[in-house]
């Protein structure tokens, strides 16, 4: 395996805020979200904060958040529910039923949002090594930890207990994908493991794949290469992701890897595109994978945006370039309910409005951030300032 000793790429992606404002205060609905299982939940802080210093973004925060506060773009209307303010250095948050779980510097903490005007904390579950990304699949999760991915049994939900550890060489695994099948963890060297979650909460490694990004491999050096890579963990989308047996890697200079892997996990690397624009981020929603690359280094923190139609077999799949969009690093509702709003309006103009509706409901779209965790129309968001914040998904037609 080539030598590589890179600082590695995470993410934290929301728009800056376009005409985001929060308007009247309104009657909380308190509905016990149904019993689902988030598939999209991504961490808040995977690694130390970029040296490279992301723009500051227009605080649109209501004078007084709480229950009802409404926030609304033309695209998206986002009603408060409700908030969790005791949390010690959050990382990331996903959710499944009534359970919210939150990863931090010293372990798990266990939410129950089953009335989400008051949730109440349930558990915590202490951990020696600090715990970051989390992904919940069938009563189970994996979680980033330092040094290694850690299986996590939530078959009591307010009891959740260690069932598995497998080491991760380089500092940290620092993203993670899963399908519910096969499970992949990229490290900070750039390298991805491809890990099996058996029946018998077993966790193994199965085999890896080593793309060949001279930008990971250490064949580019100096202070654009560092500035780069915190540029591109800074906005905040996975670099990896999975679909019906593919894995997809973004690998900056080495373009965006196609990779089949085989039902025992062996990968086979079927198609490569973009390398000349430097692809850094991927992201997976309903039948489509979103991939962006940095407009021009250093310029204003704009970002190309690629769409994939993923539903013929990926070798053979569309590329269409959807245009551009100015990526800062907040979590808090304004700056989400911006984002949506400048996603959607990426999102048509590739196709009518009603087709994007159905195949990309909105609190996916959201759930995809770091930071924040989606089930139906429900989000659950680590506000850099309140803590986990709970809110009602609309969109606006």
Known sequence: MTHRNLFAITLVMVATLVGCRPAATLAPDATVPPQETSTMAAAASLIPEPTTSVPPTPSITA??????????????????????????????VAVAGNRVYVTESDGLRVIDVSNPSLPVETAFLSASVGYHQILIGDRKAIVAADHSVELIDLSTPDAPAR???????????IQLAWDGGLAAARDDLGVVHILEVTAGDGLGEVSFYDPPGGIWGGEVFGNEM????DRARAIGLVTIALDDGYLYVADLDGGLRVVSLSPAGVPTEVDARLADLSPSNAVRLGSRLFVFSEREAGSDWTWRVWQFDLSPYPELAELTELGTVHLAGQTDAASVCSYLLAFSTLATSAQPAVEVADDLPLSDVAGALMGVANQRDTLYLLDPERGLVILAVVAVR
């Open 63 to 92: 004078l007084t958040p709480g229950p009802g506060t409404l926030y609304e773009c033309p695209a998206v209307r986002l009603t408060e529910l409700g908030s969790y303010a005791g949390l010690e250095n959050p990382r990331d």
């Open 163 to 173: 069932a598995g550890s497998l080491p991760i060489s380089g500092l940290r695994p």
């Open 226 to 229: 560092f500035a780069k890579l």
